[in-house]
Nanobody
């Protein structure tokens, strides 16, 4: 499975960004994956869970992003998204997408999100 994350950047507090995670055609359809998700690693901290989307479409979020972030997928585009609204400086991190296919986890490369105050 090959995952390509994009959409990061520099934004002011209160702003929005949308991250994308595209799976290559050779990876198979993301609809067939057990689940996908987003994680982030703030500077000097460990990687932490942000949002998840199960094969059946059930979503779950870290408490810190509930009500502000939305995870979704477009099966036709074979792409996972993370819509991030009302961004805060503490959301600054490298964001990674994850795919669970046949109980194996695959990570995309990170995309940097920086939120200025």
């Amino acid at each position: 499975v090959q995952l390509q994350a994009s959409g990061g950047g520099l934004v002011q507090a209160g702003g929005s960004l949308r991250l994308s995670c595209a799976a290559s055609a050779a990876s198979g359809s993301i609809f067939s994956f057990n689940g996908m998700g987003w994680y982030r690693q703030p500077p000097g901290k460990q990687r932490q869970f942000v949002a998840g989307l199960s094969k059946g479409g059930i979503t779950n979020y870290a408490d810190s992003v509930k009500g502000r972030f939305t995870i979704s997928r477009d099966n036709a585009k074979n792409t996972l998204f993370l819509q991030m609204n009302s961004l805060k400086p503490e959301d600054t991190a490298v964001y990674y997408c994850l795919a669970d296919r046949e109980s194996h986890n695959y990570w995309g490369q990170g995309t940097q999100v920086t939120v200025s105050s």
